[in-house]
């Protein structure tokens, strides 16, 4: 992918490298983590580029952002969850401490600064979530309390390239968050849609004048009635 003379993003995923340089690339990660999303990240991230990793848990995608930007970019990571934050600010390498800043901040759709936490199933780190059901369907009872923002506002006078979204349910809330992004910067991004609520967000990318595509780059039909997917790439027509 490239930026215009405007500054929109235009996607042209064949100029890169291939899979093994993309693969090399994750050296120095966990590359036993989601490795069909890791490699579809890399090939689509460039150095320079402001990436959010929104739902960072305890940053392994992270990590692969920071190495893919490169000293000129930059990687914010939004993990609601403190615990979840104190330990990813502390497992970063010192080689890229410049370039990664982490918010330990619940990204939702702007309409509050404050949001509800809820745990997930068996209170596992990573299924914190602020839709008060987990992944289940089952309600759960609001334990913690943290800041909130939408992508709107915190990018709203710096530049966002690239966003992988990862909020255990909630991506419809923090797609309406990011309207004017999805018009004006349009950058790409890489959800994971993990309920039918969430599901209900694509119409944002849809409306925003994106296609979503499969990891491996095919068109992922999601009109009204489409079958949930669980992890795609929304990128911008």
């Not at 490699?39 to 580029?49: C, E, F, M, N, S």
């Not at 104190?86 to 410049?98: E, F, I, M, T």
């Not at 990204?107 to 008060?132: C, F, I, K, M």
């Not at 944002?204 to 068109?219: C, K, M, N, P, V």
């Amino acid at each position: 992918m490239r930026r215009s003379s405007s500054g929109r993003t235009q996607v042209n995923r064949y100029d890169r490298a291939g899979v093994r340089s993309i693969l090399a690339r994750l050296k120095q990660g966990d590359r036993s983590y989601e490795p069909q999303l890791q490699a579809a990240v890399a090939r689509l991230v460039q150095p320079g580029w402001t990436c959010a990793d929104v739902g960072a848990h305890h940053g392994i995608f992270t990590r692969l952002l920071a190495d893919l930007v490169g000293a000129g970019g930059k990687v914010v990571a939004f993990e609601a969850h403190p615990d979840n934050a104190r330990r990813l600010r502390k497992s970063l390498p010192c080689a890229v401490l410049d370039r990664v800043v982490v918010e330990n901040l619940a990204v939702t759709d702007g309409s509050t600064q404050r949001a509800s936490l809820y745990p997930g199933r068996r209170h596992a780190s990573e299924e914190w979530n602020v839709v008060g059901t987990d992944l289940e369907g089952r309600p759960s009872a609001p334990e913690l309390e943290v800041g909130a923002t939408s992508l709107d506002s915190y990018f709203a006078e710096v530049p966002l390239h690239f966003v992988k979204l990862d909020v255990e349910g909630a991506e419809a809330d923090v797609l309406r968050g990011m309207r004017r992004l999805l018009r004006g910067r349009r950058p790409a991004l890489a959800v994971e849609f993990h309920t039918e609520d969430g599901w209900t967000g694509r119409r944002e990318l849809l409306d925003a004048g994106y296609r979503l595509e499969s990891l491996e780059g095919d068109l992922v039909e999601a009109g009204p009635g489409a079958e949930r997917v669980y992890q795609c790439l929304a990128l911008p027509s």
